[in-house]
Protein backbone atom coordinates (compact mmCIF):
# COMPACT_ATOMS: atom_id res chain seq x y z
CA UNK A 1 0.00 0.00 0.00
CA UNK A 2 2.94 2.71 0.86
CA UNK A 3 4.06 2.01 -3.04
CA UNK A 4 0.67 3.00 -3.99
CA UNK A 5 0.56 5.91 -2.37
CA UNK A 6 3.84 7.32 -2.83
CA UNK A 7 3.29 6.67 -6.57
CA UNK A 8 -0.68 8.16 -6.27
CA UNK A 9 1.28 11.57 -4.35
CA UNK A 10 3.97 11.59 -7.51
CA UNK A 11 1.61 11.07 -10.04
CA UNK A 12 -0.31 13.76 -8.43
CA UNK A 13 2.05 16.70 -7.97
CA UNK A 14 3.06 16.29 -11.90
CA UNK A 15 -0.11 16.06 -13.08
CA UNK A 16 -0.62 19.67 -11.31
CA UNK A 17 2.78 20.36 -12.19
CA UNK A 18 1.79 20.37 -15.75
CA UNK A 19 -1.18 22.58 -15.18
CA UNK A 20 0.01 25.41 -12.72
CA UNK A 21 2.91 26.54 -11.32
CA UNK A 22 5.10 25.54 -8.43
CA UNK A 23 3.61 28.06 -5.80
CA UNK A 24 0.23 27.20 -6.77
CA UNK A 25 0.94 23.51 -5.60
CA UNK A 26 0.27 22.65 -1.64
CA UNK A 27 0.82 19.83 0.28
CA UNK A 28 -3.16 19.92 0.90
CA UNK A 29 -4.09 19.82 -2.74
CA UNK A 30 -2.20 16.65 -3.43
CA UNK A 31 -3.78 15.13 -0.72
CA UNK A 32 -7.03 15.99 -1.17
CA UNK A 33 -6.22 15.11 -5.31
CA UNK A 34 -5.27 11.46 -3.76
CA UNK A 35 -7.83 11.24 -1.17
CA UNK A 36 -5.44 11.07 1.73
CA UNK A 37 -4.96 13.26 4.41
CA UNK A 38 -2.38 15.93 4.94
CA UNK A 39 -0.58 13.23 7.65
CA UNK A 40 -0.32 10.56 5.04
CA UNK A 41 1.95 12.89 2.87
CA UNK A 42 4.29 13.95 5.49
CA UNK A 43 4.44 10.28 6.59
CA UNK A 44 6.14 9.57 3.00
CA UNK A 45 7.69 13.44 2.37
CA UNK A 46 9.37 15.74 4.89
CA UNK A 47 7.85 18.52 2.03
CA UNK A 48 7.63 19.43 -1.39
CA UNK A 49 11.18 19.69 -1.99
CA UNK A 50 11.54 16.43 -0.31
CA UNK A 51 9.19 15.06 -2.97
CA UNK A 52 10.24 17.22 -6.04
CA UNK A 53 13.91 15.35 -5.13
CA UNK A 54 12.84 12.36 -4.69
CA UNK A 55 11.08 12.46 -8.54
CA UNK A 56 14.23 13.82 -9.95
CA UNK A 57 16.39 11.08 -8.50
CA UNK A 58 14.07 8.81 -10.08
CA UNK A 59 14.19 10.28 -13.38
CA UNK A 60 17.85 10.42 -13.48
CA UNK A 61 18.60 6.81 -12.45
CA UNK A 62 16.71 6.10 -15.65
CA UNK A 63 18.38 7.98 -17.73
CA UNK A 64 21.76 7.33 -16.50
CA UNK A 65 22.92 3.76 -16.71
CA UNK A 66 25.32 2.32 -14.15
CA UNK A 67 27.75 1.37 -15.94
CA UNK A 68 30.13 4.73 -15.96
CA UNK A 69 31.87 6.48 -18.34
CA UNK A 70 32.18 9.45 -20.49
CA UNK A 71 30.56 8.32 -23.26
CA UNK A 72 27.85 7.50 -21.63
CA UNK A 73 27.84 10.40 -19.51
CA UNK A 74 27.28 12.38 -22.67
CA UNK A 75 24.15 9.90 -23.82
CA UNK A 76 22.52 10.65 -20.26
CA UNK A 77 22.72 14.40 -20.91
CA UNK A 78 21.08 13.96 -24.14
CA UNK A 79 18.56 11.71 -22.39
CA UNK A 80 17.90 14.44 -20.04
CA UNK A 81 17.44 17.34 -22.78
CA UNK A 82 14.95 14.66 -24.40
CA UNK A 83 12.92 14.62 -21.22
CA UNK A 84 13.36 18.40 -20.78
CA UNK A 85 11.42 18.58 -23.99
CA UNK A 86 8.54 16.21 -23.41
CA UNK A 87 7.96 17.91 -19.61
CA UNK A 88 8.45 21.48 -20.50
CA UNK A 89 5.34 23.02 -19.04
CA UNK A 90 6.31 21.19 -15.68
CA UNK A 91 10.01 22.24 -15.83
CA UNK A 92 9.05 25.78 -16.59
CA UNK A 93 7.02 25.73 -13.76
CA UNK A 94 9.44 25.29 -11.39
CA UNK A 95 12.06 27.22 -13.21
CA UNK A 96 9.48 30.43 -13.11
CA UNK A 97 8.31 29.28 -9.73
CA UNK A 98 8.44 32.19 -6.80
CA UNK A 99 12.06 31.05 -5.72
CA UNK A 100 13.87 30.55 -9.15
CA UNK A 101 16.97 29.12 -6.68
CA UNK A 102 15.00 25.76 -6.30
CA UNK A 103 15.46 24.91 -9.86
CA UNK A 104 19.18 26.07 -9.73
CA UNK A 105 19.71 24.10 -6.29
CA UNK A 106 18.54 21.08 -8.17
CA UNK A 107 20.22 22.08 -11.45
CA UNK A 108 23.81 22.42 -9.49
CA UNK A 109 23.38 19.59 -6.95
CA UNK A 110 22.18 17.22 -9.62
CA UNK A 111 24.81 18.28 -12.61
CA UNK A 112 27.56 17.62 -9.40
CA UNK A 113 26.37 14.38 -8.65
CA UNK A 114 25.94 12.95 -12.41
CA UNK A 115 29.23 14.46 -12.95
CA UNK A 116 30.86 13.07 -9.66
CA UNK A 117 29.11 9.66 -10.30
CA UNK A 118 30.57 8.96 -14.01
CA UNK A 119 33.80 10.36 -13.51
CA UNK A 120 34.85 9.30 -9.65
CA UNK A 121 35.76 5.56 -10.80
CA UNK A 122 37.72 7.03 -14.08
CA UNK A 123 39.52 9.66 -11.67
CA UNK A 124 40.51 6.44 -9.46
CA UNK A 125 41.61 4.32 -12.47
CA UNK A 126 43.85 6.88 -13.40
CA UNK A 127 44.94 7.70 -10.18
CA UNK A 128 44.16 11.76 -10.42
CA UNK A 129 44.82 14.08 -7.54
CA UNK A 130 42.28 15.76 -5.90
CA UNK A 131 42.93 18.78 -7.29
CA UNK A 132 43.10 17.78 -10.47
CA UNK A 133 39.54 15.86 -10.57
CA UNK A 134 37.80 18.58 -8.30
CA UNK A 135 38.96 21.12 -11.46
CA UNK A 136 37.34 18.63 -13.87
CA UNK A 137 34.20 18.52 -12.07
CA UNK A 138 34.38 22.39 -11.52
CA UNK A 139 34.93 23.07 -15.27
CA UNK A 140 31.88 20.33 -16.19
CA UNK A 141 29.35 21.20 -13.81
CA UNK A 142 29.13 25.01 -14.97
CA UNK A 143 29.80 23.84 -18.61
CA UNK A 144 26.41 21.60 -17.81
CA UNK A 145 24.56 23.73 -15.61
CA UNK A 146 25.31 26.44 -18.27
CA UNK A 147 23.88 24.74 -21.13
CA UNK A 148 20.79 23.97 -19.20
CA UNK A 149 20.28 27.15 -17.85
CA UNK A 150 20.36 28.73 -21.66
CA UNK A 151 18.46 25.90 -22.77
CA UNK A 152 15.82 27.08 -20.64
CA UNK A 153 15.84 30.24 -20.95
CA UNK A 154 15.58 29.70 -24.97
CA UNK A 155 12.28 28.69 -24.20
CA UNK A 156 13.86 24.74 -24.63
CA UNK A 157 13.97 25.44 -28.28
CA UNK A 158 14.73 22.27 -30.73
CA UNK A 159 17.21 24.84 -32.44
CA UNK A 160 18.84 25.04 -29.20
CA UNK A 161 18.49 21.44 -28.24
CA UNK A 162 20.03 20.39 -31.49
CA UNK A 163 23.01 22.98 -30.56
CA UNK A 164 23.78 21.56 -27.50
CA UNK A 165 23.97 18.18 -29.28
CA UNK A 166 26.22 19.96 -31.42
CA UNK A 167 28.78 21.18 -28.85
CA UNK A 168 29.03 17.97 -27.22
CA UNK A 169 29.91 15.54 -30.43
CA UNK A 170 32.59 18.60 -31.14
CA UNK A 171 33.28 18.27 -27.40
CA UNK A 172 33.28 14.34 -27.36
CA UNK A 173 37.01 13.44 -26.02
CA UNK A 174 37.56 16.32 -24.42
CA UNK A 175 36.99 15.02 -21.02
CA UNK A 176 39.43 12.27 -21.62
CA UNK A 177 41.93 14.98 -22.81
CA UNK A 178 41.51 16.96 -19.85
CA UNK A 179 42.77 13.74 -17.82
CA UNK A 180 45.61 13.28 -19.79
CA UNK A 181 46.95 16.99 -19.83
CA UNK A 182 46.10 16.53 -16.24
CA UNK A 183 48.68 13.18 -15.72
CA UNK A 184 51.23 14.53 -18.51
CA UNK A 185 51.37 18.04 -16.02
CA UNK A 186 51.74 16.10 -12.82
CA UNK A 187 54.25 13.44 -13.81
CA UNK A 188 56.10 16.54 -15.00
CA UNK A 189 56.17 17.79 -11.46
CA UNK A 190 57.23 15.11 -10.12
Given at each position: ?50 LID ?98 VNS ?36
Open positions: MSDLTKKAIKASFLEMLDRMPLSEISVKKIADSCGINRNTFYYHYEDLPSEIISEQLSLMFPEDASADSLENGIFSVLDYASKNRRSIFHIYNSVSRSIFEDYLWKYTDKIIREYLTPEFARRKLNDADSEMIISVLRCLLAGLTLDYGMSEKNAQYIHLMFTTFHGAIEDMMDRCDRISANYQ
